[in-house]
């Protein structure tokens, strides 16, 4: 008989968290769950999700042990996978983060820029209280972490607990990879072998093969420098207009280097003018996925809660959970699927520091992973992943050292802050905005 495995969601509140428990639900046949565990310090905002969720399981396989707590013990105890997607702050910081870079005339943005840089402040300890929690009560098992700004996260990660079993990710290339297969008329991306390389939001697919190893790069390249990621079955009426800016920039990013295909996150690092000049300063994408997401995921909650049933939802999955789930199956099964990663570089891109924590593809087995060559960069993806590598080594440095001195560093090397000046009174507001969240610097 197949194991079956147990598996803890860190950040049990979130509003993904129906869609993965959706995802893992969907694949009982190829990944048998015996218990699934919501876990979060926010009890209140867990337990309306919690209380839809286990209806939704107990309705597809009522075996499943179904159990949210707010005690780590409870929570990391006899599992098999942690899936993490861990908020610090909740929205409400986010939008701090947002506004107050606009307030300094700079990119507004969760994971890019000034925002991402104190979004990255208080998401260290809770990842790393997370992974310790892990260890102490269930040391073989392995956290996926797809918490924000996975960068950043994963530099200091890698180097205050280097022998962890985390693994992290991003569903970003993905999605982005299912748009593209769309625009291009694959049928699905796991159709597609793509070469691809970067930091996690900062990076550039190289080669995409369809079956039998047909070349099907040029293709895709055509499209995107025409229409960005807009495919018309991915992107209609029903995404938010900032998601859709986002997916039709990617045809100005990609000008400026037409022999590759950028991630669409590059646009905060490459046109962060003309991002500041069309955004909003009082309504961010923080409002906008509090007035829309969070709203509709705690209605529909709410609703199955009180029906004591999920007929009359359609509870869909997505990107952001299928990948999870299939680097878990193959962790579990050894498939050696070839899927995207943030790992140490050691050598995979041979021109770039061995300690950054790159993007690329990997080979994933049974209880471990191998990077696959990448070989020499071009000149200008290296400096341009050089300048936000080191920025991202500083944040995580100031954090380990509590160092003021070096987290302005931080702000002053980022391309979304114009001058040290601008740089030195980012850091002041946002230190004054995260008492309470950030470690103490001096």
């Known amino acids: 008989m197949d194991k079956k495995f147990s598996v803890v969601i860190a950040g049990g509140g979130s509003t993904y968290t129906p869609e993965v428990i959706c995802t893992l639900l969907s694949e009982l046949d190829r990944f048998p769950i015996r218990s699934i565990k919501l876990y979060d310090i926010d009890e209140e905002r867990q337990n309306k999700i919690a209380s839809a969720c286990k209806i939704l399981c107990h309705e597809i396989d009522p075996s499943i042990e179904f159990i949210a707590t707010t005690d780590p013990k409870i929570a990391y105890t006899d599992v098999d996978f942690c899936l993490a997607h861990i908020r610090v702050g909740g929205l409400k910081m986010r939008e701090k983060d947002e506004k107050i870079a606009l307030k300094h005339g700079c990119v507004g943005q969760e994971t890019c820029g000034p925002g991402g840089i104190a979004f990255a402040m208080r998401s260290i300890q809770g990842v790393l209280d997370n992974l310790d929690y892990m260890e102490k009560y269930s040391p073989n098992a392995w956290m996926l972490n797809y918490s924000n700004p996975a960068a950043i996260v994963a530099q200091a990660v890698s180097k205050l607990r280097p022998d962890s079993r985390i693994i992290n990710i991003c569903d970003q290339p993905i999605g982005l990879e299912s748009a593209m297969a769309a625009s291009i008329g694959v049928a699905d991306r796991k159709e597609m072998t793509v070469r691809y390389f970067g930091l996690n939001h900062f990076g550039w697919w ?3 093969r369809g079956k039998d190893d047909n070349d099907i790069t040029d293709k895709a390249r055509e499209y995107v420098l025409q229409n960005g990621f807009i495919a018309p079955d991915k992107m209609g009426k029903d995404t938010d207009d900032s998601w859709y800016k986002t997916y039709y920039k990617a045809k100005d990013v990609m000008a400026v280097d037409p022999t590759t295909i950028p991630n669409t996150y590059l646009k905060y690092y490459l046109y962060p003018d003309y991002e500041v000049a069309h955004s909003n300063p009082d309504y961010t994408r923080a409002n906008e996925v509090m007035d829309g997401r969070e709203k509709m995921v ?28 299939d680097l878990a199956y193959a962790l579990s099964h050894g498939t050696y699927e070839r899927m995207i990663l943030i790992v140490k570089n050691e050598g995979a891109i041979s021109n770039f520091a061995d300690d950054a924590m790159v993007e690329i593809p990997c080979l994933v087995s049974k209880d471990r992973y191998e990077r696959l060559s990448i070989g020499e960069i071009p000149t200008f993806q290296k400096g341009l992943m050089e300048q936000q ?5 500083l944040v995580s440095e100031a954090w380990i050292e509590g160092s003021y001195h070096k987290l302005w560093q931080a702000f002053t090397m980022n391309r979304c802050v114009p001058s040290a000046k601008v740089a030195k009174d980012l850091l002041d507001e946002y230190i004054e905005a995260n008492k309470g969240y950030w470690p103490q610097l001096k």
């Open 389 to 393: 590598n080191a920025c991202e080594k």
């Open 298 to 325: 705690f209605s529909i909650c709410e609703t199955i809660t009180k029906n004591g049933t999920t007929k009359g939802f359609d509870l869909v999955t997505g990107n952001h959970a299928t990948f999870i789930i």
């Open 206 to 208: 190289t080669d995409i």
